[in-house]
């Protein structure tokens, strides 16, 4: 049997039950992109494919994609995290304090705000981050910590890019 032709029934007969995996999971707004890569994926790695277990194999697949994208939305949040300021889920106050973490960022070295984007948003580790950065793990691990105290002390040093406690961000 042709591979190409093998992958085409593959896609046509799971391509809707990983969409709805990725769906029931990650929502409409992403589960095709975790469909479609997990399609991606399955194309480079076709000849691992378990004959017998091609829908197990990827849902497997989809399920790491989707760990990974929950990660990386988690870091995201975890660098912008509004603090817990009595108003709930007010936009303004998450609009204040998301411009005060890009305003400190924005503050730092292009080299530092670089590895602290490469460790919080791309979710590298010290040792890939450093090699990305072109220094070694325990340079980057100094510059990281660094950037951290800058970053807490610019917001520290600057109330007016924080929201306070009862007061409207607007």
Same mark, same amino acid.
Do not use: C, F, K, Y
């Given at each position: 049997m042709d591979e190409e032709a093998d992958f085409t029934r593959l896609f046509q007969e799971h391509y809707e039950s990983v969409l709805r995996y990725a769906w029931r999971r990650v929502g409409p707004a992403? #589960?095709?992109?975790?469909?479609?890569?997990?399609f %991606?994926? #399955?194309?480079e790695k076709y000849r691992e494919v378990p004959p017998d277990r091609k829908l197990p194999w990827l849902y497997g697949t989809a399920r790491k994609l989707i760990g990974n994208l929950v990660k990386k939305e988690k870091r995201r949040e975890g660098l912008f995290a509004v603090h817990d300021v009595g108003g709930g889920d007010d936009h303004a106050v998450a609009v204040v304090t998301r411009q005060a973490a890009l305003?400190?960022?924005n503050s730092l070295s292009e080299s530092d705000r670089?590895?602290?984007l490469l460790v919080a948003w791309e979710?590298?580790?010290? %040792?890939e981050a450093a090699q990305v950065a072109g220094c070694s793990r325990?340079?980057?691990g100094m510059r990281l910590h660094r950037a951290r105290r800058r970053l807490e002390q610019f917001?520290?040093?600057h109330p007016q890019h924080q929201p306070r406690f009862g007061e409207s961000a607007v």
């Open positions: 992403d #589960a095709p992109d975790i469909a479609n890569e997990t %991606r994926i #399955a194309w305003t400190a960022l670089e590895l602290v979710g590298l580790d010290l %040792r325990a340079a980057a917001l520290s040093d």
